[in-house]
C-alpha cells in the first residue's frame, strides 16, 4: 500500500524513526516533526522484571530479534512503504550502547538503501521535542526530563538552543522509584506500581527528607531518600511495626516530587519564564502531573506535557527530533557511533 500523496505538500518530510536505546523496541512514521501516522513500540518489560531491571545484553538480544517486525508494523500502521519515506532517524546517545548500536545499524541499513538522509538523535533531547506532538508551545519554556536514566533541567529556548540548568548528581528520578519498589517487594518498572499505590495512602505519614541541596541550586539527588526508605523499612522491621505500603509510597512520592516541582518552577521564576513542559517516564506520574499544575496555576505558567504513550520511551519522540535535525541541515554520514553517555549539547 502506498502513501496517499494528495494529501502532502511539496516540502513535507515523513521520517522512519527507531528507538532502542534501553528495553523499549520502537518504530514510528511522523510527518512533519508533528503528525504521528504509527508508533510501535515492542516492551521488553516481561523478559526483565524476571531479573528486577534492566539486563543490557538481554535488551540487546530482544531489540535484534523484534526489530525488523517492529518496522514493518509502523509502515503497515501508518499505511505507507519504504519508498515514501523522506528521511531516516534514530537514537544514537545516550543508552545502553548495545542497545543502541541495534537500532542505528538497522537506521543505517535502510537510509542506504533508500538513498535517504540518517539522522542521528539524542534520547534526551526527544524527550523533550514528545512535547510539540499534541502542544504548540512558543520559546522558551523550561522543561523537567524525568526517566529512568536522567534528572534533567533544561532551558529550551529554541530547538537548537537547549541550556542544561541541573541535573541529578547521583541516581536519576526514575530508578528511585525502581529501587524502592524493589525494596517494597512491589515488581519492576517500580514507577507506575508507586503512582497507583501512593493514590491509597497517606502522604504525611512518613516524614522522609526533601533534598533541596544549595538554595537556587538546580540540581538534584535522589540517592539519599532511597537510603532513608530503605533504613525505614529496616527499623520498622526490627521493632515490629507494621509497614503500611500504601503510607511509604505516597510519602516517598512527596518528598521527590515537592523538590522536582519547586526546582522546576523556581528556574522558571528566576528567568521570567512562563511555560513549562515536563518528559521522560517518569512525567507519567499522575501526582507529578498534579502538583506541577497547580504550581502552575498559582503561578500564572503555561503547563504542558505529553500523554502517557509518548513520555515513556516511544520512537515518535525520535521522528519529530529527527525532522528538526533535518530542518538544521543536521544529517548524520555512516561512521555515527552509540554513546553511551553523552550530555544534551547544541
Ligand atoms: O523514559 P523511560 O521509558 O526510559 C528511560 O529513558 O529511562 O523511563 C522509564 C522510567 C522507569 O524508571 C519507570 O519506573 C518510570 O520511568 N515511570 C514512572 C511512571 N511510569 C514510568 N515513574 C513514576 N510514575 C509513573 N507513572
Ligand atoms: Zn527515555
Given at each position: 500500500?502506498?502513501?496517499?500523496?494528495?494529501?502532502?505538500?511539496?516540502?513535507?518530510?515523513?521520517?522512519?524513526?527507531?528507538?532502542?536505546?534501553?528495553?523499549?523496541?520502537?518504530?514510528?512514521?511522523?510527518?512533519?516533526?508533528?503528525?504521528?501516522?504509527?508508533?510501535?513500540?515492542?516492551?521488553?518489560?516481561?523478559?526483565?522484571?524476571?531479573?528486577?531491571?534492566?539486563?543490557?545484553?538481554?535488551?540487546?538480544?530482544?531489540?535484534?530479534?523484534?526489530?525488523?517486525?517492529?518496522?514493518?508494523?509502523a509502515l503497515e500502521k501508518a499505511d505507507v512503504s519504504l519508498d515514501d519515506i523522506d528521511a531516516v532517524g534514530v537514537?544514537?546517545?545516550?543508552?545502553?550502547?548495545?542497545?543502541?548500536?541495534?537500532?542505528?545499524?538497522?537506521?543505517?541499513?535502510?537510509?542506504?538503501?533508500?538513498?535517504k538522509p540518517l539522522v542521528a538523535t539524542h534520547h534526551i533531547k526527544s524527550h523533550i521535542f514528545a512535547n510539540f506532538i499534541e502542544n504548540d508551545i512558543d520559546f522558551p519554556f523550561v522543561c523537567l526530563v524525568a526517566s529512568g536514566g536522567h534528572t534533567h533541567l533544561f532551558e529550551v529556548n529554541d530547538y537548537d538552543d537547549i541550556k542544561l540548568k541541573g541535573q541529578t548528581l547521583d541516581d536519576a528520578i526514575g530508578e528511585a522509584y525502581d529501587k524502592v519498589a524493589r525494596a517494597l517487594g512491589l515488581g519492576y518498572p517500580g514507577g507506575p506500581i508507586i503512582d497507583k499505590m501512593a493514590k491509597k495512602g497517606d502522604k504525611t505519614a512518613i516524614d522522609f527528607p526533601r533534598s533541596w541541596l544549595k538554595k537556587d541550586e538546580y540540581n538534584f539527588s535522589f540517592s539519599g531518600i532511597k537510603s532513608a526508605v530503605l533504613n525505614y523499612l529496616n527499623q520498622a522491621k526490627m521493632k515490629g511495626e507494621e509497614i503500611v505500603v500504601e503510607d511509604v509510597c505516597a510519602s516517598f512520592q512527596a518528598a521527590v516530587i515537592e523538590v522536582l516541582v519547586k526546582k522546576t518552577t523556581n528556574l522558571a521564576k528566576a528567568r521570567g519564564i512562563k511555560r513549562i513542559a515536563i518528559g521522560g517516564g517518569v512525567s507519567a506520574n499522575s501526582y507529578l502531573r498534579e502538583e506541577m499544575q497547580k504550581a502552575c496555576d498559582e503561578q500564572g505558567i503555561d503547563f504542558y506535557y505529553p500523554s502517557m504513550q509518548y513520555c515513556t520511551d516511544n520512537a515518535a519522540m525520535v521522528g519529530v527530533t529527527a525532522y528538526y535535525e533535518l530542518l538544521a541541515g543536521n544529517v548524520a554520514d555512516y561512521s555515527v557511533n552509540a554513546i553511551g553517555t553523552l550530555e544534551l549539547s547544541n
Amino acid at each position: 500500500m502506498s502513501l496517499n500523496t494528495k494529501k502532502m505538500s511539496k516540502n513535507s518530510k515523513l521520517v522512519l524513526a527507531v528507538e532502542t536505546s534501553c528495553d523499549d523496541t520502537c518504530c514510528a512514521i511522523v510527518r512533519d516533526g508533528k503528525e504521528v501516522l504509527s508508533s510501535v513500540i515492542a516492551s521488553q518489560i516481561d523478559l526483565h522484571k524476571q531479573f528486577g531491571g534492566v539486563v543490557p545484553e538481554e535488551a540487546s538480544r530482544m531489540h535484534i530479534e523484534k526489530l525488523s517486525l517492529v518496522i514493518d508494523k509502523a509502515l503497515e500502521k501508518a499505511d505507507v512503504s519504504l519508498d515514501d519515506i523522506d528521511a531516516v532517524g534514530v537514537t544514537y546517545a545516550p543508552g545502553l550502547v548495545g542497545a543502541l548500536l541495534v537500532g542505528l545499524n538497522e537506521a543505517k541499513a535502510i537510509a542506504f538503501a533508500l538513498k535517504k538522509p540518517l539522522v542521528a538523535t539524542h534520547h534526551i533531547k526527544s524527550h523533550i521535542f514528545a512535547n510539540f506532538i499534541e502542544n504548540d508551545i512558543d520559546f522558551p519554556f523550561v522543561c523537567l526530563v524525568a526517566s529512568g536514566g536522567h534528572t534533567h533541567l533544561f532551558e529550551v529556548n529554541d530547538y537548537d538552543d537547549i541550556k542544561l540548568k541541573g541535573q541529578t548528581l547521583d541516581d536519576a528520578i526514575g530508578e528511585a522509584y525502581d529501587k524502592v519498589a524493589r525494596a517494597l517487594g512491589l515488581g519492576y518498572p517500580g514507577g507506575p506500581i508507586i503512582d497507583k499505590m501512593a493514590k491509597k495512602g497517606d502522604k504525611t505519614a512518613i516524614d522522609f527528607p526533601r533534598s533541596w541541596l544549595k538554595k537556587d541550586e538546580y540540581n538534584f539527588s535522589f540517592s539519599g531518600i532511597k537510603s532513608a526508605v530503605l533504613n525505614y523499612l529496616n527499623q520498622a522491621k526490627m521493632k515490629g511495626e507494621e509497614i503500611v505500603v500504601e503510607d511509604v509510597c505516597a510519602s516517598f512520592q512527596a518528598a521527590v516530587i515537592e523538590v522536582l516541582v519547586k526546582k522546576t518552577t523556581n528556574l522558571a521564576k528566576a528567568r521570567g519564564i512562563k511555560r513549562i513542559a515536563i518528559g521522560g517516564g517518569v512525567s507519567a506520574n499522575s501526582y507529578l502531573r498534579e502538583e506541577m499544575q497547580k504550581a502552575c496555576d498559582e503561578q500564572g505558567i503555561d503547563f504542558y506535557y505529553p500523554s502517557m504513550q509518548y513520555c515513556t520511551d516511544n520512537a515518535a519522540m525520535v521522528g519529530v527530533t529527527a525532522y528538526y535535525e533535518l530542518l538544521a541541515g543536521n544529517v548524520a554520514d555512516y561512521s555515527v557511533n552509540a554513546i553511551g553517555t553523552l550530555e544534551l549539547s547544541n
